[in-house]
């Protein structure tokens, strides 16, 4: 019954997104829709700049805009390897930046992130989500990849009204 319904409710945010022409009209509806599937507490979506290396995102749940280096934290680490990643504890791991947690007030528990790849498989963002109440997942990955696509058709098509 509950894939019956997740799968109505995609269908119905598929048709709400296309309706959203700005990244300040569709993020807070991607951000939404990801942290109830996967039970999550916050949702990032990091957008990449390759000119300036580095990573932002203005859909931070509570916070203001995020500005990290290309090749800092887990969002730099899942743009080097091009692959998604996990962790049920972030602080023992070196890549996590425990400095965004200080400067925002807020207490990462667990993360999952996955890239955005455009279409031409170029990583255009890192799709983040935080603190879910046991844990990530193999699954909440799968999941995060598939919707990942939809957060890439969407800025590619944001792109295009710009």
């Not at 009209?25 to 942290?35: V, W």
């Not at 799709?127 to 990955?141: A, M, P, R, V």
């Amino acid at each position: 019954m509950k894939s019956k319904h997740l799968n109505s409710m995609l269908v119905e945010f598929g048709r709400e997104l296309l309706n959203k022409k700005s990244l300040e009209d569709g993020l807070p509806l991607i951000s939404k829709y990801a942290k109830f599937v996967v039970e999550a507490d916050r949702c990032s979506i990091f957008i990449r700049d390759v000119k300036k290396q580095e990573v932002w995102t203005t859909i931070a749940d509570g916070t203001d805009r995020i500005i990290v280096p290309c090749d800092k934290g887990i969002v730099g680490y899942v743009i080097k390897q091009g692959e998604p990643f996990f962790t049920n504890d972030p602080y023992s791991d070196p890549n996590f930046l425990s400095e965004v947690d200080k400067k925002t007030g807020y207490m990462t528990k667990n993360i999952a992130a996955v890239p955005v790849y455009n279409s031409t498989r170029e990583i255009i963002g890192v799709l983040e989500l935080l603190n879910k109440e046991n844990g990530f997942e193999q699954n909440d990955i799968k999941f995060m990849i598939f919707f990942a696509h939809y957060v890439s058709g969407f800025l590619e098509l944001v792109e295009v009204y710009r």
